[in-house]
Structure formats: C-alpha cells, structure tokens
C-alpha cells in the first residue's frame, strides 16, 4: 500500500511586489553599516543570483492560517472528498499567524487547529496538528502521514504548507527580497497500486549548522533590537545544500529502486535559482550524467520563496496544467526535495 496524492490546492496571493518596490530599502551590512553599491546594483546582483524578479504578499486582513485554509478548501475540492473523513490535519509553518503591522507570532491554537475550524469539521477523531520543520516542513509533514497511514492510524489526510514571510524579514536586509507568502495543500490516502510514495529519507543536521538560519535583530542599530527578524548564512547555507541535497536525492533514488533516467520530474524548495540548479546538477554527477531539459521546472522567478508553500504550490500547478510547459501523466516518476532550517534536509520519491 502506497500514498497517494488524490487532490491538491494552493493560495497564491494577490499583492504582486516586483524588485522595483526595493529601490527605496535602505540595505545595510550585519554591522549596520550601507553596502558598497547602489540599490540598483544590488536589486541586480540579487535578481542575478536568485532568479526571483517577482514575489507575492498576502493582504493585510488574511495571516498563514487564512492562506492555509483557501489551499486546503481546494485540495479538498480537487479529491472530491467528504472533508469529516479526514484523520490528520498537519500544517507546517516557521512563524505561526502574524497579523499585519504586528511583530508577535500566534500559534495558540496550532495553525492546523485553526484550518479544521474554518473547515466546519465536526469530526473531533480528527487531530490536527502543526510540524516546525523549516522550509522542508511540508515534505516532512507528507512523511508523517505516510507514517501514520502504514501504521494503520490513519487512512486520509491533509497536509499543508504555508507561511507569511513577508511580516517577519527586516527591510534593511537585502536577504528581504528573498521572502513571499503563500500555501499549499494535498490530501493524501492509501492506494493498493505500484504508485504513490515509493521512497523517502531526512536528517538533521545541527552540531554545527544550527543556526544557519536563525531569528536576528534588525541590522539598523536604530531600531528595537528585541524585534526579531528572520536571518541567515547565505553562503554557508549554499554551500551546505550543494554537499547534503544531491546525496539525499539519490538516497531515495536508490531505496525505490529505480534508475535516474526515469526522474520526469524533480519538485525542489525554491529558494536560489542557482543554488538549485548547482544541486540538481551535482545529483545528476552522482550518476555520470547531466539533468534533461526542463526536468526542474521553477516558479521563484515570480513567486519568489514562500518556504514551506513552494514544492505544494508547484506540484499543484503543475498537475491542473497550470504552469506552461510542464505537464505531469499517469506513471511519471517524481522527486520532491528540500533543505532549510534546523538544518533540515528530506525528500521522498512519488509515482502519478
């Protein structure tokens, strides 16, 4: 018995913020003091390293659970299915609800808590429950469910990404540009067929890389420095994924028993175009090989990186056809993977 995705959704906010919006973001350095370019120059190097040109804000009335909500309300559509019969609501997020022009995180009750309320889900058998995971938090939730399901606990679920990054960057870090909001969302059951969930590996590492990404002061001296922001090693973090990712991606390759060559897709957080690319590069070396064409398919370049929401958000642009030239069939072999804080890394092999 095999998990299998019978229905997807996602949230993609309405509020586009192109680079443009950057130009007038005073970018310091972590002493505090202005870096040695222009904005203009630095919004290029940064559009050239990261792909991202575009991002997507949420509006000031909705937080993480309103987003996580609206993906979970389609993916249910989507699988066509009675909602009191699902068994697990796990929802992954970093920051909880942050309410627009606030600073604190609310995660009493749990964000999953939060989404089976909006759900009108009277089935009190149905737990729901939230995962801190960093960005692979949404490919961990989906391992968990495959847990609970061959354990025979449960036998359908929901399980969502989704998070406002935009209410917790520091404007004064050029790293902001980085962050978008969004959800999405799957609902997962057992199947008695070859396809679903062939696969899956994670591991934390955190001896030494802990605090790649961490919750840091502004870096404007100016501002209250007990107002936490998020904050990261981008080049250790870059140079963590390229030795940690390719390894864990052929882990679950070789566990399911299948050859590369039937890779028809691979699904991977978004978060560095290049440092994607690097990555997938590097597992396809693993094999003596080099990636096919169009086999990463990418939407940072005008979603920007949502975290635990980009591989859901993808998957379920992709599988509606909804995302030109990229298609997904019966039988196709896909890869979903992901790194980020903890430092986390995980992925898992899925059959359509």
């Known amino acids: 018995m095999n998990m299998r995705i019978i229905g997807s959704g996602s949230c993609i906010p309405e509020i586009k913020v192109s680079n443009k919006y950057f130009e007038n973001h005073l970018f310091l350095d972590e002493n505090g003091r202005s870096l040695n370019y222009s904005r203009e120059r630095i919004i290029e190097k940064f559009t050239a390293i990261t792909g991202i040109e575009e991002r997507r804000y949420a509006p000031g009335h909705y937080a993480a659970s309103d987003l996580a909500f609206i993906a979970a309300q389609k993916a249910i559509d989507s699988a066509g299915i009675d909602p009191e019969s699902i068994n697990y609501i796990i929802v992954a997020h970093n920051f909880g609800d942050v309410r627009h022009n606030t600073i604190q995180s609310d995660m009493l009750p749990s964000l999953a808590s939060r989404v089976k309320n909006k759900l009108n889900i009277q089935n009190s058998s149905c737990i729901a429950l939230d995962i801190i995971f960093g960005c692979p938090g949404w490919i961990q939730g989906m391992i968990h469910a495959n847990a609970y399901m061959q354990a025979g606990i449960a036998k359908r679920c929901l399980v969502i990404g989704a998070e406002c990054l935009s209410r917790v960057v520091d404007q004064h870090d050029r790293d902001s540009m980085i962050y978008a909001d969004g959800a999405g969302a799957a609902i997962v059951e057992l199947s008695g067929t070859d396809k679903g969930l062939l696969s899956h590996n994670s591991a934390s590492f955190t001896l030494e890389q802990a605090d790649y990404l961490y919750f840091g002061s502004s870096f404007d001296p100016a501002q209250n420095q007990d107002i936490r922001y998020i904050k990261m090693h ?29 890779i028809k897709k691979i699904l991977i957080h978004q978060a560095n175009e290049k440092m994607d690319e690097a990555t997938v590069n590097r597992f396809y070396k693993l094999y003596g090989k080099t990636p096919p064409k169009d086999v990463m398919p990418m939407i940072i370049k005008f979603l920007g990186n949502s975290s635990v929401a980009t591989i859901p958000t993808l998957y379920d642009l992709i599988s509606k056809g909804e995302l030109p030239g990229h298609e997904i069939k019966s039988g196709d072999i896909i890869l979903f993977a992901s790194v980020g804080a903890g430092m986390n890394i995980n992925a898992f092999v899925y059959k359509v």
């Open 234 to 262: 981008g080049r250790k973090i870059y140079e963590f994924a390229l030795m940690q990712v390719p390894q864990a991606m052929k882990s679950c390759i070789d566990k399911a028993g299948i050859e590369i060559d039937q």
